[in-house]
Nanobody, 123 residues
Framework: QVQLVESGGGLVQAGGSLRLSCAAS??????MAWFRQAPGKERELVAR????????YYSESVKGRFTTARDTDNNTLYLQMNNLKPEDAAVYYC??????????????????WGQGTQVTVSS
């Protein structure tokens, strides 16, 4: 059973930056992703990557502002968020899947989830 622990959320002004971390342990996985969920909205995919190699898929709403980085030695995934906007405010979740996913995927495709970390962006 894979455990995922997110950290790094907080309050930031619009235009600022935050870096989220997701530490994975306890098992194997092939795909990792970041999702987010704002109040009253559905959980949406932010970024998705094959863990050991390959490019990252980004949603259109964050492309050019968010980037991922992976530390495969320590099984940690990062999400660098720059030029944050009020509409980026949400609970951000790390997710992992046992299989490789190479297309935008719904949350039901992911097997493991972290507890979430709150990102608040003030205007």
């Amino acid at each position: 059973q894979v455990q995922l622990v997110e950290s790094g959320g907080g309050l930031v002004q619009a235009g600022g930056s935050l870096r989220l971390s997701c530490a994975a342990s306890g098992g194997t996985f092939r795909t990792m992703a970041w999702f987010r969920q704002a109040p009253g909205k559905e959980r949406e995919l932010v970024a998705r990557l094959i863990w050991l190699s390959g490019p990252t898929y980004y949603s259109e709403s964050v492309k050019g502002r968010f980037t991922t980085a992976r530390d495969t030695d320590n099984n940690t995934l990062y999400l660098q968020m720059n030029n944050l906007k009020p509409e980026d405010a949400a609970v951000y979740y790390c997710a992992a899947a046992r299989r490789g996913i190479v297309q935008p995927a719904p949350q039901s495709d992911f097997d493991y989830w972290g507890q979430g970390t709150q990102v608040t962006v003030s205007s």
